[in-house]
């Protein structure tokens, strides 16, 4: 049986906000996560992401979020899949809507958003907010200095439970730790 190879993710957190901020004005839009449905699947085209999506929605050991404006929730700002490992929660894809990339992007702290929700997700899987996912070498560092995360064993990193409580306490105020 062959074994799928690790996806190194490779995604930049841009800034942590409260929400989701238009990258020109600043203005906080509020958000909402997701679990993706077959509508989603028919309008994620490949062209407009990185990643197979299609293929994480298929796969039901995993799960597969949307994040969307409660003003637009029709328009898919990021997505992200997650495994459930047991005891901690495993991102295995997270990616920014490619008009959130780059100079000209239309919103900043979208990738924050998501790993706060991976957190989130652990603290209520009552996994203590531990996130683990395997990362690309150059963004090592970047993921230690702005989300806190360690590094285990060669590219793995994992974020604890002091670095979740930030994040989660940062992107959903109303969630009790």
Known sequence: MKKNAEI???????????????????????????????ADKKIIK????????????DDTTKLVFKLNTIENPKIIQGLISLTDKG???????IESAKFNKGKSKLYSGVAGN?????????????????????AKTQLMVHYEKTLGAKRFAGNRMFIDT????????????????
């Open 8 to 38: 190194q993710l490779d995604f930049e957190i841009d800034k942590l906000t409260k929400s989701i901020e238009n990258a020109i004005s600043g203005e906080s839009f509020l958000t909402e996560i997701v679990p993706l449905n077959l």
């Open 46 to 57: 490949k062209s407009d992401w990185n990643f197979d999506w299609k293929k994480e929605i």
């Open 87 to 93: 005891d901690h929660i495993f991102m295995d894809l």
């Open 114 to 134: 998501l790993v706060a929700f991976a957190c989130k997700t652990s603290f209520e899987k009552n996994y203590d907010g531990v996130v683990s996912f395997v």
């Open 162 to 177: 002091q670095e979740a409580k930030f994040l989660v306490k940062q992107y959903f105020k109303d969630f009790k730790l």
